[in-house]
């Protein structure tokens, strides 16, 4: 793959998962008998990635996202990938306490939590062992 077609296929990555994700809400909602959610999901993912695609048009930061060119964005994308993973985990743990306290079994807070902690292992030995 070419550099070039290989910045291609990145900067389309974030508009096709929305895509994906809009085909899979839909299908998800018919499945489970609620086929008029699901269209409007899948509508709501589709203007997203619309959305997405007109400000990269526009915005410098939103291009550079999309084609992860730009060192400095993409530190940004890195530390505001963090802070939105940690407040993730902070309401996980919140909702297993609440859960917890409710007198229920926590989930599906638990298995989050339990989730993120072996994702979050995992990244750091990746990370040690690459170097």
Known sequence: MSRSSKRTATYWTIPSICVA?????LVSAWVG????????LLSAMLVF???V????????TVRHLL??????ITAIDLKASA??????????VAGAVVELG???SGEPFTWL??????????????????G
């Open 113 to 130: 939590a339990a989730l993120g902690g072996i994702a979050y292992a995992a990244a750091v030995i990746a990370g040690r062992v690459r």
């Open 83 to 92: 802070a939105a993973g940690g407040v993730l985990a902070v309401a996980v």
């Open 67 to 72: 084609d992860r060119r730009d060192e400095r």
């Open 33 to 40: 008998g609620r086929p008029g959610l699901g269209v409007v």
């Open 49 to 51: 990635a619309g959305i």
């Open 102 to 104: 409710r007198g229920n």
């Open 53 to 60: 695609l007109l400000a990269a048009r526009r915005s410098e």
């Open 21 to 25: 994700a809009g085909l899979a809400y």
